[in-house]
């Protein structure tokens, strides 16, 4: 049986100010929407222009939407095929195409985080799961994210969307209110669950923040709510495979800008010299964010590029250009997921 997905259901609390599910700018995925937010404290006009830029999935006639988001035109369209017969939950099978997606981002932070931006966890159709892995606490950190990637049986997808349904993800046109806590400046975490015909889409601002004093101006029915869906997520991990291996990218976006670090003075950083033919300097000839160009990497120049970075970079590295020349330039390295392509901006 071949289903395609007609629909979006949205349970999700957006605000252009800091609390949009959120994608670094520069990059989309060709089966999942982009949103865009203010970013950092770097540039108001910066954050202004990406709130024109908003896109979502979430304007179909369709759609449901629940507490205090608003439609947009955009409507979902076709959407990917399924797999899926009898007692199973129907999913898309495409190997490019997402099954469950979690993305924490947005809120208060500086360009240069939510440019390094990932899903924690991501399941293909074709039962690929690529998930981060736990961040190295030194400073400077890894110029690259610590990537694993596995592949799921059917019966492993079956269970976790099994999990889904359980904590009530998977509801039919169901009004769930995750509530907008008195808090400000926190990110927020999208669950996107593609089952049984529709792409469910639930946004919770601040998920997780911890109210010392009590105070978060929910209700008791939107603590609940978050609480399944929190609980959702971290049941997420009795899934992930333990033979993962580290996820190998086949493109990369390379953001770019001049060099204005500034590091302490303890730390001593050698530069890097870029080891492809592609001029940095050109990267600015199409800005995308605050001042950063970009460069998409792909081919046989990935494995170029992550041999020097994962040896000879970090976070504050100054890169060179290919001739080992001034000016220095700040890098900042986004693997591309399956189904991403760098440096796009619609």
Not at 126 to 138: E, H, P
Not at 167 to 188: E, K
Not at 222 to 235: P, S, T, Y
């Amino acid at each position: 049986m071949r289903l395609r997905f007609p629909r979006v259901v949205c349970h999700s609390v957006l605000d252009l100010g800091n609390r949009p599910d959120t994608m670094p700018v520069g990059w989309h995925m060709t089966t999942t929407t982009r949103h865009h937010n203010r970013r950092s404290r770097r540039s108001l006009i910066f954050g202004l222009a990406l709130a024109g830029l908003l896109l979502t999935a979430c304007g179909d006639d369709d759609t449901v939407i629940a507490g205090n988001g608003e439609p947009t035109t955009e409507t979902a369209g076709e959407g990917p095929t399924t797999v899926g017969s009898g007692s199973a939950i129907a999913h898309p099978s495409g190997a490019d195409e997402i099954i469950v997606r979690v993305f924490t981002g947005g809120g208060y932070v500086p360009v240069e985080g939510s440019l390094r931006e990932m899903p924690s966890f991501a399941l293909f159709g074709d039962g690929r799961l690529v998930v981060t892995g736990a961040q190295i606490a030194s400073y400077p950190g890894p110029a690259l994210p610590p990537l694993f990637e596995s592949r799921l049986t059917e019966d492993q997808i079956q269970a976790l969307l099994a999990d889904a349904e359980a904590a009530g993800l998977l509801g039919d046109g169901a009004q769930i209110d995750y509530g907008s806590p008195g808090v400000t400046d926190n990110p927020t975490t999208t669950v996107t669950i593609a089952a049984d015909g529709a792409v469910f889409k639930h946004a919770a601002y601040a998920l997780g923040f911890d109210f010392e004093d009590g105070d978060d101006g929910l209700t008791t029915k939107q603590r609940e709510a978050r609480a399944r869906l929190q609980d959702f997520i971290g049941g997420l991990s009795a899934h992930e495979s333990a033979d993962a291996t580290t996820y190998l990218p086949e493109a990369i976006a390379v953001f770019v800008n001049s060099y204005d670090l500034e590091p302490p003075a303890d730390i001593r950083l050698a530069a890097a010299v870029w080891p492809l033919a592609s001029d940095l300097a050109g990267a600015f000839e199409e800005p995308v964010a605050a001042g950063f160009g970009c460069i998409g990497v792909t081919g046989a120049d990935v494995a170029t590029l992550l041999e020097v970075v994962s040896t000879d970079a970090n976070e504050l590295t100054p890169w060179l250009g290919a001739e080992g020349a001034e000016p220095a330039y700040q890098l900042i390295f986004r693997p591309m997921l399956p189904g991403e392509v760098p440096c796009v901006e619609g």
